[in-house]
C-alpha cells in the first residue's frame, strides 16, 4: 500500500491498530507505533506533507485505554504530523454513557469539543452539521480569548 500511495501522491492517514489490548504505558505504546509506520511510510517514498496520524479509537483497546488515549491527545503531538480522531457513535462512548449506537450524539460533540481543545487537525464524523456547528462555536469562543492585566 505504501508504495501505491507514494508513487501516486495522495495523502494517508495513519491509524494505530493492534490485535489485543494489552499494553506496559498506553500513550507511549501508541506514540512509538505511529512512530513506526510513520518511518516506514517515509522509507516507502510517501512525502511527509501527505501523512496524517490516527490513535486507533476503538482499535485495539479497551473503553478505559480510549478514554485515557483521548484524554491525551495532544501528546500525539510530539511526532509532528497532523492527527486525526475518529470517536464518532464508537462503542467506549456507548459503554461511557450507556447507550446505543443510535443516541451517542452527544457523546461523540464531546469528543468533538476536546479535540478542538487539543489542536487535533481532523475529526471522522457521523453526524457532520452537528459538529461543524460545534466546532464552528468554539473556534469563536477561543477567538475572544483575552487576559485582564494585559
Known sequence: ???????????????????????????????????????????????????????GIGFGKTVAQNLELINSLELLKILKFPILLGASKKSFIGAALDLPVGERLEGTLATTALAVFKGISFVRVHDVKENVRIIRMLEAIKKYKSYEGK
Not at 494489552?22 to 518511518?39: A, G
Open 1 to 55: 500500500m505504501a508504495k501505491v500511495i507514494a508513487k501516486t501522491g495522495v495523502s494517508c492517514c495513519l491509524m494505530h491498530n493492534k490485535s489485543n489490548a494489552s499494553y506496559q504505558n498506553l500513550i507511549f505504546d501508541v506514540v512509538m507505533d505511529l512512530k513506526e509506520s510513520v518511518e516506514i511510510a517515509l522509507e516507502k517514498g510517501i512525502d511527509k506533507d501527505k501523512i496524517c496520524i490516527d490513535p
